[in-house]
């Protein structure tokens, strides 16, 4: 990924079960850590002695530096799989290797210092951290326990298609939403309970709930109060998500779908994450802004739900054109032919902006701005598609 890492090939990786070095290609050895990662037990640290020869410690000092290594590198190669994939988002800050590191990677920084390139990186990097502090509070066999009790899984796209049926309009994704970056506070007397109700009752298929509370002011107990309120849309987990320890904690809070971003996750990532979606019951919208992106969800098996975002996260800024460009040719039959549902995302304002990505091809929306800053969001439907689309 630019601005982190530089590898030459080939490509080894020292084994910390082993003195030995492994040659691995990259998904294979992403996947050896994952599976391996901070186990320890039988972990025995590498430390540079002073005549330069590896010697091997059980102290527990170096166990805490092998752990420490092992997380660099298991940075380091999720790095450099996300920018062969042309993914420009870093999961974390770019530092050096920890104390006493021997292991096999040779690497440059190309951008010092640990500052975010764009608001994208910048959510991304608190939001690795928060899961971190929320993992070490509610580890996963907690969360696998609660969702003993979750509410069941509700079927999100089988509530697109119908709202696409029955109007013969786009199924909307109404979206409780309080902030966001680019425009700031969004509706000051915020009750995402009463919101949620006012856009069931006139007419969205599905709910969009955010859940970043430092940059969008959402919180997962908003999430939670929509879902115990009654309201019957299914609900979007609209999160950053990074981990798929979020998606197990989205559907205990009563999720029935979760957001993933092509532009901040690697095809392995995505791949792992919509299988664990498929164990959990939750519908996974993957989302996309340009053709790259496009191209590897759709190379991706078990892709149902692709949103394509009008709105550049790196510069926010808004094109609705994109949706037609990425839906025209090729892709747009490879959409057709696999019954893939298109959700057209951002920039939509006017029932003239509806009819412009519905007629490229999209069967669903996703809205919030425009309709979450009018008196009555219910009503705000019926001026976004210049009809009521209500029951």
Not at 246 to 252: F, I, K
């Amino acid at each position: 990924m630019e601005g982190l890492a530089s590898l030459k090939a080939p490509f080894q990786a020292t084994s910390f079960l082993s003195s030995r070095p492994k040659t691995w290609d990259l998904p294979t050895q992403l996947n050896f850590y994952k599976r391996n990662s901070f186990s320890t037990f039988s972990v025995r640290a590498q430390v540079e002695s002073t005549d330069g020869s590896a010697a091997v410690s059980s102290s527990g000092e170096s166990v805490t530096e092998a752990l420490k290594i092992k997380e660099w590198e298991v940075g380091m190669l999720e790095n450099e799989v996300a920018s062969g994939q042309g993914i420009r988002i870093r999961r974390r800050p770019p530092s050096g290797p920890p104390l006493h590191y021997v292991g096999p990677f040779q690497f440059r920084l190309q951008n010092e210092g640990n500052t975010p390139r764009n608001i994208l990186e910048e959510i991304v990097w608190n939001k690795d951290k928060e899961v971190s502090q929320l993992k070490e509070r509610k580890p996963l066999s907690v969360l696998k326990k609660a969702l003993e009790n979750a509410p069941p899984a509700r079927d999100f796209i089988g509530a697109l298609r119908a709202a696409n049926e029955r109007t013969g309009l786009p199924g909307l994704i109404a979206e409780v939403k309080k902030a966001s970056p680019s425009r700031g506070i969004l509706r000051e007397n915020f009750d995402p309970v009463e919101i949620a109700k006012s856009y069931e009752k006139g007419g969205a298929a599905c709910l969009s709930v955010l859940t970043d509370e430092k940059y969008f002011k959402g919180s997962f107990e908003n999430l939670e109060a929509i879902r115990k309120a009654g309201v019957k849309c299914p609900l979007l987990c609209k999160e950053f998500i990074v981990d798929a320890w979020q998606l197990y904690y989205a559907r205990t809070k009563g999720a029935d779908a979760v957001l993933l971003i092509a532009a901040v996750l690697p095809d392995l990532d995505i791949k792992y994450m919509i299988k664990i979606c498929k164990i959990l019951g939750l519908t996974a919208l993957v989302e996309v802004h340009d053709e790259r992106e496009f191209d590897r969800v759709l190379a991706i098996e078990g892709i149902e739900l692709i949103g394509i975002n009008n709105r550049n996260l790196e510069t926010f800024e808004l094109d609705i054109s994109i949706t037609k460009k990425l839906l025209e040719g090729e892709r747009g039959k490879i959409i057709r032919e696999r019954d893939i549902i298109m959700v057209g995302e951002s920039g939509l304002f006017t029932p003239e902006d509806i009819a412009y990505v519905q007629e490229a091809g999209v069967r669903a929306i996703l809205v919030g701005e425009s309709i979450v800053k009018q008196s009555d969001p219910g009503k705000g439907i019926s001026n976004l598609f210049g009809k009521d689309i209500s029951i």
